[in-house]
């Protein structure tokens, strides 16, 4: 089904990704209605409408979708339940099944096994006992991470041999856990997968990408690996947008082994950090491509507009760099109209082209 320019998109969430979401969506003709709980978000900064409630408030949850012609999502930690609720009123773009399987690190790893798709060693854990069984079992040192609602690095323990387990289970107050073994990697890249509800699919050149604490610093284009790695992680890409029937982006972080192996680590059904160069770096963004997708319309190209694009995410203070940022004529800043400069929070970011 095709959504013709003019018409109006919702999107839940109302962050950075939202709003650059909605700059690409104004320039195709279209308007934006932002549903999120926090007031002053930076994406209704830039939208037509907004709508400031919870994400299980039912009766807001269905005058949104009533007023919108499509609903996407820039954030997809939503109550399944509300997923279900919305679905009843309007066309939800990528889909329940793309939103609850990379809701939950559990889910995403099964899922990803069941399909052929390689991943790093990983075990439940939902008490001491079981984190004590996988560490055993997993023989290496491991991350134990939340199996919900964790992004960024948040919720992330490093257990290394000997390690006090029941201090790390203690202190990391997680109900729901995944021990994952630690990844020796040469590499992390990632491929972001535009498909539409025609199936028809198209990958953005791969980036590299660098993370300190689990935050992701900095990402470059085109990715340093061969043409084979490149086509075997976008083929990887495709197979699981497909299997999820997704509509929309897909964002897929591999980890590149030591011996050249694809592990993916994390999927992400809309746009992605590490996909920003793409704003400068090619010739069509990944926010315009989301927005082609979800609304039908044909793919824009995604050749490279420079020989290399380097994007630096500017984290808490580092925004005040913004002047010379400026002076800088290879640079091009984008900054997401945020308040508060709080340690670590992503407040912007600068894509530096070289040709
Ligand atoms: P995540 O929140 O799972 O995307 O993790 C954020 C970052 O932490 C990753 O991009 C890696 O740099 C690092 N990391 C996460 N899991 C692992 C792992 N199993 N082995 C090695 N590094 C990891």
């Keep these: 089904m095709i959504i013709p320019p003019g018409s109006i998109i919702g999107i839940i969430g109302g962050g950075q990704l939202g709003r650059m979401t909605a700059l690409a969506a104004a320039n195709l003709g279209y308007k934006i209605h932002i549903y999120t709980p926090e007031k002053h978000s930076p994406a209704a900064q830039v939208s037509a409408f907004t709508t400031i409630a919870d994400y299980g408030d039912k009766p807001s949850l269905k005058a949104f979708a009533k007023s919108i012609d499509v609903i996407t999502f820039e ?4 109550p399944a339940e509300s997923i279900q609720y919305l679905e009843k009123f ?3 773009r990528p889909g329940n099944l793309a939103l609850h399987v990379s809701q939950n690190r559990l889910r995403e790893k099964k899922y990803l096994n069941e399909i052929d798709v390689s991943t790093a060693q990983f075990f ?27 992004y960024d690095g948040k919720g992330q323990h490093k257990v290394f041999a000997h390690a006090d387990l029941k201090k790390i289970w203690k202190e990391s107050r997680l109900k729901t856990a995944i021990l994952e073994e630690l990844v020796d ?10 498909r539409n509800s025609y199936g028809k699919t198209l990958c953005f050149p791969l980036a590299e990408n660098v993370h300190e604490n689990g935050i ?6 085109p990715a340093n690996i061969s043409l084979g790695l490149e086509k075997n992680a976008q083929r990887i890409a495709i197979k699981i947008a497909e299997n999820l029937g997704l509509v929309g982006l897909l964002a897929v972080e591999f980890f590149v082994t030591k011996n050249n192996q694809l592990l993916v680590n994390e999927i992400a059904p809309r746009p992605h950090n590490s996909g920003h160069w793409t704003m400068d770096g ?18 824009g190209p995604v050749g490279l507009t420079a020989k290399k694009t380097r994007m630096v995410n500017l984290l808490g203070r580092d925004v005040e760099k913004w002047p010379e940022i400026l002076r800088n004529p290879g640079a091009k800043l984008h900054l997401y109209g945020k308040s508060e400069a709080k ?12 040709f």
């Design 216 to 221: 992701l610093c900095a990402s470059r284009a």
């Design 185 to 194: 990697f040469k590499k992390e890249i990632s491929v972001i997968v535009a």
């Design 90 to 92: 309007c066309p939800v």
């Design 124 to 150: 439940a854990v939902r008490t001491l006992k079981e984190l004590e069984k996988a560490a055993a079992k997993c023989g290496k040192p491991g991350i134990l991470k939340s199996a919900e609602f964790g």
């Design 75 to 78: 954030f997809e930690n939503i």
């Design 343 to 354: 340690k670590g929070r992503k407040m912007g970011h600068v894509n530096y082209l070289e």
């Design 282 to 299: 090619c010739e069509t963004s990944q926010f315009e491509q989301f927005v082609r997708a979800v609304c039908g319309l044909p793919f």
